[in-house]
């Protein structure tokens, strides 16, 4: 069938002819109202009707548009508010509270710790205990999610996961000793599992094919948005010497209840309905996400794949057993898992905790001021992360990636060689006072191995040419703010200009380590942040959807826990540079995986998505090629979408 421009459709063929090179055209122009949607005819004709049906305030804001650009523009807001009802973002909003829990409780913890650490006596193995636990927890409880998912629905989830944030929180505010605080870690690590899997799942199965790319990245801006908030909590609190980490680990409870409450009044996932033969409600659903849409194409859509699923797939065993022998299920699992393992090994993590070291190398050396500019980083985090959000639908999510996984690597090596410069024009070891506990520390002859060694710091005193009176001193205790005794013990900032440095040394090459930081937030917030999750929540069938998740959830966690467990000692052993460089290598194989196996999913019902893991596992790069059997569609003016293929031909 062919559809015909009506005489006030904008000819596509005609623009696109007009605009060249058109996929440049699209992602350069934000504003170009070309949308792309997949190419079944059947997705289209829905959509074509769909639109059609509301016609009328889309002639008159057309009518008003004179000018090519727009009418673009006209077509493009028309087009969302006629398929895209409020409620999607409501939804959206209160699910991605999920995230911000998700960035707080991750983050706030460090700042916390300062505190804790002098109040409770905590000894360096209960401070790592009550840091990690959380996170080990929420890699064992996503499996758990993944169980719970397809057995009680994704919205019971939530309201889970909601429940035991709000559940840890209150513990971990009321905590009277550190077992408790254990216990509270433990309760919050619970939720951080179940939410982090549940979430983009319930975002990516609510919302409409061209939105679901940006809602479910919009997760992800909470999480660095709930990181952001920690790190300003964490500053104002630390002036609040007595209970102040009462009230950061505390605070949490607030988004937590807000989330409870609000999903008290939610829908189900009108799939996870659909899926377990509740199809009255599933199209009750449906109806009320859609709006004012036909929703019988979706519901149909969904019905039949997941039927033609039962019939493909239906084998025995446990869920996670049948997707290793389906090979389309296993090769989204290995892209999944791979992603997220990836996501982690490029060193987010470490780079986000470190960045108050190299901050401090940058010669802020109070420490205040350091954990402010800790939100700093963060904000940078959130910043670029909305950037994400604006390119996931433009760009797609595979070039996405790559394009961020290769400015990774590369700013990773930056970092290094910022480190290498530094180690190798470290300041020498003037003073080596004899007859001292730790005779280690003192012999050391450079800074860059005393920094090396966790016993030792290095004390010195500089004016505006060089580092002069330094000596290797070793730590008071278990803290490592100061040294154990001599000139450096009292407190981190001396007045005499004599200075404490724990964990780095004094350079001239700070500002080469500085600008591989902002580079490194720049390029892997847009991407490597947040589409590992979005494209978990895409690429599975129905059936493996919340096992494929949850295992790629568990991935992202232990590697997450590894990676920063290791740290120091990798330091130790690597040197930072030495570090660093194996993280840009480790980026670079990321990059290689993701460039032979991520196919792209932009633009693609989720119950298409399937179709892009039956070839090869590695050739699913090729899949950029899909773009030319995709179609887009435009409405201006009049009230029909006019259709056109890549080649400018109509669409049968
Ligand atoms: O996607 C998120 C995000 O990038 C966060 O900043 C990071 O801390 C998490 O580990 C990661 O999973």
Request: charged letters at 15%.
């Amino acid at each position: 069938m062919s559809r015909k421009a009506s005489d006030h459709d904008y000819n596509l063929r005609s623009m696109t002819n007009l605009m060249g090179d058109r996929w440049k055209k699209v992602s350069d122009d934000g504003e170009r109202s070309l949308i792309k949607a997949a190419s079944s005819s059947s997705s289209i004709s829905s959509q074509a009707a769909a639109a059609s049906s509301s016609s009328s305030s889309s002639a008159a804001a057309a009518a008003a548009a004179s000018s090519t650009g727009d009418l673009e523009r006209a077509a493009r807001k028309q087009f969302q508010q006629d398929v895209t009802p409020a409620f999607v973002y409501v939804l959206a909003a209160f699910s991605a509270l999920g995230g911000f829990l998700f960035g707080y409780d991750t983050g706030v913890v460090s700042g916390a710790m300062l505190l804790l650490k002098r109040e409770m006596r905590l000894s360096a193995l209960w401070q790592e205990l009550l840091v990690s636990s959380a996170v080990a927890a929420a890699a064992l409880s996503a499996q758990a999610g993944g169980f719970l998912n397809g057995l009680f629905g994704r919205r019971v989830c939530i309201l889970l996961a909601s429940f035991l944030f709000s559940a840890g929180g209150v513990v971990l505010s009321a905590a009277p000793n550190r077992e408790t605080l254990l216990v509270g870690r433990l309760v919050v690590g619970l939720g951080l599992g179940i939410g982090s899997m549940t979430v983009p799942v319930y975002i990516a199965e609510t919302s409409p094919t061209q939105l679901r790319g940006q809602l479910v990245t919009v997760n992800t801006l909470f999480i660095t948005a709930g990181q952001l908030v920690a790190s300003i909590i964490d500053g104002a609190f630390s002036y609040l010497q007595h209970n102040g980490w009462r009230y950061m680990l505390g605070l949490s409870v607030v988004p937590a209840v807000l989330q409870f409450l609000g999903f008290l009044f939610l829908p189900e996932s009108p799939r996870w309905l659909i899926q377990k033969g509740l199809t009255q409600k599933a199209r009750r659903v449906l109806s009320q996400i859609r709006g004012n849409q036909n929703i019988d194409e979706e519901y149909d859509s969904i019905k039949n794949s997941i039927e033609e699923e039962e019939k493909d797939c239906g084998g025995e065993g446990p869920v996670i057993w049948r997707m290793l022998t389906y090979p389309p299920a296993r090769r989204a699992l290995i892209v999944g898992c791979g992603l997220q393992m990836f996501q982690q090994l490029s060193g987010i993590n470490t780079v986000m905790y470190y960045s108050a070291t190299i901050l401090q190398m940058s010669g802020i050396r109070d420490d205040k001021l350091a954990i402010w500019l800790v939100a700093v980083t963060a904000f940078t985090n959130f910043l670029f992360t909305l950037l994400g959000v604006w390119l996931v639908e433009r760009v797609g999510r595979r070039r996405l990636t790559l394009g961020s996984i290769v400015g990774t690597s590369l700013s990773l090596c930056l970092l290094a060689v910022g480190f290498l410069l530094s180690a190798q024009h470290s300041p020498p070891v003037t003073l080596h006072p004899s007859g001292t506990s730790n005779a280690t520390c003192t012999t050391y002859l450079s800074c860059e191995p005393c920094m090396l060694d966790p016993g030792c710091g290095f004390c010195y005193r500089e004016n505006s040419t060089a580092v002069f009176a330094s000596s290797c001193e070793p730590i008071n205790g278990a803290s490592t703010d100061r040294a154990a005794w001599g000139r450096c013990s009292n407190t981190t900032v001396m007045r005499d200009h004599t200075y404490w440095a724990y964990n780095f040394c004094p350079t001239s090459y700070y500002w080469i380590v500085l600008l591989g930081l902002v580079l490194y937030l720049a390029c892997f917030a847009p991407g490597m942040g947040p589409m590992p999750w979005t494209v978990n929540s895409e690429i599975y069938p129905l059936w493996a959807r919340s096992t494929g998740n949850a295992c790629s959830a568990g991935v992202n966690w232990t590697f997450n826990i590894l990676v920063s467990l290791t740290f120091l000692h990798l330091a130790q052993y690597l040197t930072y540079y030495g570090a660093f460089f194996l993280y840009s290598s480790l980026a670079m194989l990321g990059f290689i995986f993701i460039y032979g196996c991520l196919p792209e999913t932009k633009g693609r019902r989720l119950e298409e998505v399937e179709s892009l893991f039956e070839g090869n596992l590695c050739s699913c790069g090729a899949s950029d090629s899909d773009e030319g059997r995709q179609v887009e569609y435009i409405r201006v003016k009049g009230s029909n979408y006019h259709l056109s293929d890549n080649d400018g031909s109509d669409v049968e």
